[in-house]
């Protein structure tokens, strides 16, 4: 209901339906937030009675309302507002004496209202983000306070820094309604370099099943300005060869070349306007031959490398080890 007019016709007709349903003509009103963003809050809260916020994560990119693009911090959420939502959950995780990671999600309007929309107690598929902005460990804070220890540290040390993209790479066709697509993974190049993280477990040889979710790994890219990191999870995604099945690594190359998206111009009907305009995804499959010779390349650049480091680690070991820790940012 858009107008005051409508609201008594839309009542009948609602409790008409449910009384026919359910038995009972109960109905309650729910607001309307037209182009929400989601954007949520991670916690961490011990057994003593401290409970951080670390930032918001950005979670609007959405397919079927499944996060498909997540992002820390968010390129719209003010000093003020990162404040109020953080204060908001914290209050929310302390009042039910929560001792745990978890996180806590908001819709957004375009006036900064924010509404509650659940809490997860868990840890979620998106906190690497999280983790690459504050440079703290999340696991290793959950094992902290399971053991009964307090929090190492406090709201004000709390900072943010720089900008982090998390990509989920499915197995799947975006060009047949997204479904699934298991089978063997023939060949499997993943992407590195400065910035850019990859949490993955499956391997070349592996067959991907039918029975499980079909995420294969977790593709995050890491710098110090938002443009940065779409740049480089962009390059990322030119890196990474999947062959054998179908996966959405093209969708994300149009997602992060769309210009709507890296204005941040998004909310949470942002992907299906998108795929609405019927333009194919960017395709990412590739000749297997095509495939091969890239392997080879990569392999013969990689011994050459390898032999590089060797020869350059009679100057300076030290040097050669922070060539190398460099790379694993």
Not at 262 to 270: F, P, Q, S, V
Request: with cysteine.
């Amino acid at each position: 209901v858009t107008r005051a007019e409508d609201l008594a016709a839309a009542f009948t007709a609602a409790s008409s339906e449910a009384e026919r349903s359910f038995g009972s003509g109960e109905v309650y009103l729910e607001k309307l937030i037209e182009r929400p963003r989601h954007i949520e809050i991670q916690l961490v809260a011990d057994e003593h009675g401290s409970c951080l916020y670390l930032g918001e994560r950005e979670c609007s990119v959405q397919r079927r309302h499944q996060k498909v693009i997540e992002e820390a911090p968010s390129a719209v959420v003010s000093e003020d507002l990162r404040r109020r939502m953080g204060e908001a959950a914290v209050r929310l995780a302390l009042s039910a004496g929560y001792v745990n990671a978890g996180t806590v999600e908001f819709l957004v309007d375009a006036e900064e209202n924010f509404y509650f929309l659940e809490m997860n107690t868990r840890l979620q598929v998106e906190h690497p983000v999280t983790e690459m902005v504050t440079g703290l460990d999340l696991v290793h804070l959950q094992l902290l306070v399971a053991g009964g220890e307090p929090l190492p540290l406090k709201q004000d040390e709390v900072r943010l820094r720089g900008h982090a993209i998390e990509c989920r790479i499915y197995a799947e066709d975006p060009e047949n309604h997204f479904f699934p697509s298991p089978g063997l993974i023939t060949r499997l190049i993943q992407p590195s370099g400065p910035g850019i993280r990859e949490d993955c477990a499956v391997y070349e040889g592996w067959t991907v099943p039918l029975d499980y979710d079909p995420m294969l790994s977790k593709l995050v890219a890491f710098a110090e300005t938002r443009e940065q990191a779409i740049d480089r999870m962009l390059r990322a995604l030119e890196e990474y060869v999947i062959g054998g099945i179908k996966t959405n690594i093209g969708l994300f190359r149009r997602i992060l070349m769309d210009e709507d998206f890296r204005k941040a111009r998004i909310d949470t009907g942002y992907l299906e306007r998108l795929l609405a305009e019927g333009a194919a995804p960017v395709r990412e499959d590739v000749p297997e031959d095509v495939v091969a010779l890239a392997a080879a390349l990569f392999t013969a650049s990689a011994r050459r490398q390898t032999t590089a480091v060797a020869a350059a680690s009679e100057e300076s070991r030290w040097a050669v080890a922070g060539r190398r820790e460099g790379l694993r940012l």
